[in-house]
């Protein structure tokens, strides 16, 4: 692979992210966050690096996230049909499962370093998800 050098003012590169598409905009996203991890801890071990990665992996993808808010909006409203309701029951399996799965990731990251889940949540910034 090669590697290019830009020098861009950093409003430039904020504005160029707006032609990405939303799966590229999540894996960015997740790119940044274990960059900025990497470089607030340079020293991590090989297991805290491994469930860094893991814990932005299981991030619930913008498709999944709109599609779930679309349907719970719906169904507050009283509108949605038998099929609607199995693809939300369904997505918000699928949601459960990657939260689940995250968390336990979570944990084993906050025993590692000896600090409670919320304390780790809150020094790699992150925010439960919400349903919509």
């Not at 707006?18 to 020293?43: D, G, I, M, V, Y």
């Not at 609607?84 to 918000?92: G, H, I, R, S």
């Amino acid at each position: 692979m090669s590697t290019i050098q830009l020098e861009l003012p950093f409003d430039t590169l904020l504005s160029s992210l707006q032609q990405l598409n939303a799966e590229e905009l999540t894996e960015l996203a997740q790119h940044a966050a274990w960059l900025c991890a990497q470089r607030r801890a340079p020293s991590l071990t090989q297991a805290e690096t491994g469930l860094l990665l893991k814990i932005n992996q299981g991030i619930v993808p913008p498709a999944t996230q709109r599609r779930c808010a679309e349907l719970t909006k719906k169904q507050r409203a009283g509108g949605l049909s038998d099929q609607e309701q199995a693809e939300l029951m369904t997505l918000v399996d699928e949601i459960e499962l990657l939260n689940a799965r995250r968390l336990g990731y979570l944990v084993e990251l906050a025993n590692i370093r000896q600090i409670s889940v919320d304390e780790l949540m809150a020094s790699l910034q992150l925010k439960p998800f919400t349903y919509g």
